[in-house]
């Protein structure tokens, strides 16, 4: 048995897996990837994430944690670019786990992926929903309490949650429905849509620039770091910095933990490889020129932000509106939130986009049901099945949860799987030197190590509690692996039957086969 769970998946099949029936369609080219990069980028860091931050975690040193996150991320993209260029196929850093560490961690960085991706679509939908509401306010219109939010919140004071008195974050939910359904048309169709969006988003990002530079007061920006610079701590024990009465780190390493979430959405193209039209070119360029954007706009959007309001009196819902509001600006409170609603809608697209077609690779490896999360529509080319059900997930717990829960999960989820793509790097270029790289990282190992201690540094400013909720979601995870997984592997297979022929096991040979493949299991 454990030579099932390391065995490696050969890069051969890997693109073989790209020819047939199954295969999605090529049409996305490198300005539509760094779209899809971008629009998954900036959306809810700027418009939504940026208030909580500031105010309850780094103060005006949050311009450092976006340069400390941003950091992190160009480590881990270089080794995404490596990969994406050399796999072009779905699944993300599951895929590249599989073809380098083995079946079982390629279980484990799939199943964490549905952190990443669904539990932060939930994450930017609670932000729609905040500016939406903003929007409607503006025009007079107010939604009823009980339906306006999530049923709690985080209350630093205490550590704890309080309720909301609400009952359901309806406008969440309905932003999620609405974009589901467009989802399943198809990715064309979808990429078209996103693209407009990130235009204005951009537009908007720019005018909050451009506008609130004049309104900067340097005052705000002192104390710098009300929370100190570090904010590290070790399984719920402090080891720099300081942190709440419940336990959660705070200061500037802290804010960047948080602030990480902002950055994720660079990964997501890598999960398109296979609808790019020349994947060895355009998903590094999508990847790389679509982060480095984006973190020139961070900055900058975080330096003005905090220098035209106190960080103590930023809002924490719809942070960037309210600041123009403080500062007399209230003719731009409107174009700002309809902007953040159109910039967070195009985050919530890309992320619910991505989320299945990770589910779609795992189920061509027989890891997930082939004949639900595999379908793929007859008439869009779309993983339809899994979208609707991606979809649904996504809605119970936009529904309920507030966005300090959710933020944390996600980003534990993400610095996780991170740490394993930079692992896998430095393992491929060992069992594949010769293997054709159109795009490779510079500077290996030095560039994976220090995208692995840098995503660990990260993870340990994260509340301990964080642990403990990644541990039970991974336990879940192992259950549907041994329940299902195990048994209806592909790789299982394989090796039953080379076992047979051969009298042994041929798994550690795997990732350098090239001539022998899984054939998949029988029907």
């Known amino acids: 048995m454990a030579s099932q769970f390391f065995a490696r998946k050969p890069l051969a099949l890997l693109l073989e897996e790209m020819a047939g029936e199954h295969r999605l369609r090529r049409i996305l080219g490198p300005v539509t990837l760094t779209s899809l990069g971008v629009g998954a980028i900036v959306g809810a860091g700027i418009f939504v994430t940026t208030g909580a931050i500031a105010r309850q975690t780094s103060g005006p040193a949050l311009m450092l944690s976006y340069v400390a996150a941003g950091l992190v991320c160009v480590f881990a993209a270089l080794c995404y670019a490596e990969f994406a260029s050399m796999v072009p196929v779905a699944g993300s850093a599951y895929t590249y786990a599989y073809a380098t560490l083995g079946e079982v961690f390629a279980w484990i960085i799939g199943w964490d992926l549905v952190l990443e991706y669904a539990v932060g679509s939930a994450v930017v939908a609670n932000g729609w929903s905040g500016y939406f509401q903003k929007v409607l306010n503006t025009l007079g219109v107010t939604i009823p309490t009980e339906v306006s939010g999530p049923v709690i919140k985080y209350d630093p004071s205490t550590g704890g949650f309080l309720s909301t008195g609400s009952f359901i974050n309806l406008p969440a939910v309905a932003v999620v429905v609405l974009v589901t359904i467009v989802l399943v048309v198809g ?80 990964d997501s193209v890598s999960t398109h490889s296979e609808e790019a039209k020349n994947p060895q070119r355009d998903v590094p360029i999508g990847i790389i020129a679509s982060l480095l954007i984006c973190t020139v706009l961070y900055i900058a959007v975080v330096a003005v932000l905090t220098g035209m309001v106190p960080y103590n009196q930023l809002d924490i819902n719809a942070p960037v509106s309210d600041a123009f509001d403080k500062v007399g ?94 692992a896998a790097v430095m393992i491929m270029r060992k069992t594949h030197p010769d293997a054709e790289r159109p795009f490779r990282a510079p500077f290996v190992p030095l560039v994976p190590i220090l995208g692995i201690l840098t995503c660990l540094i990260l993870m340990f400013s994260l509340p301990p509690h964080n642990w403990w909720r990644l541990a039970v979601w991974l336990g879940i995870g192992f259950v549907i692996y041994f329940a299902y997984g195990r048994r209806h592997s592909v790789m299982r297979h394989y090796l039953a039957r080379e076992i047979g022929k051969h009298g042994v096991s041929p798994a550690g040979s795997l990732a350098t086969e090239t001539e022998s493949t899984p054939e998949g299991p029988p029907e």
């Open 329 to 422: 600006l209230t003719w731009a409170q409107f174009m700002i939130s309809l902007g953040g609603v159109t910039g967070i809608t195009s985050v919530l697209l890309v992320m619910l986009l991505s989320q299945p077609r990770v589910l779609l690779a795992m189920a061509r490896d027989g890891l997930l049901p082939p004949s639900f999360f595999g379908a793929v529509h007859e008439k869009f080319r779309t993983p339809w099945k899994s979208t609707i059900l991606t979809g649904g997930f996504v809605c119970m717990l936009t529904a309920f949860l507030p966005i300090d829960i959710l933020l944390e999960l996600v980003n534990i989820g993400t610095l996780l799987a991170f740490v394993i793509v930079c």
């Open 187 to 266: 990715i064309k169709e979808s990429a078209s849509f996103n693209a407009i969006m990130v235009g204005v988003k951009v537009a908007a990002v720019l005018f909050v620039i451009g506008v609130g530079i004049f309104y900067i007061n340097t005052d705000n920006w002192s104390p710098f770091a009300p929370y100190g610079m570090t904010g590290l701590s070790f399984f719920g024990h402090t080891v720099a910095g300081q942190a709440d009465v419940g336990g959660k780190p705070l200061g500037m390493l802290a804010g960047a933990a948080l602030a990480f979430f902002a950055y994720i959405g660079f």
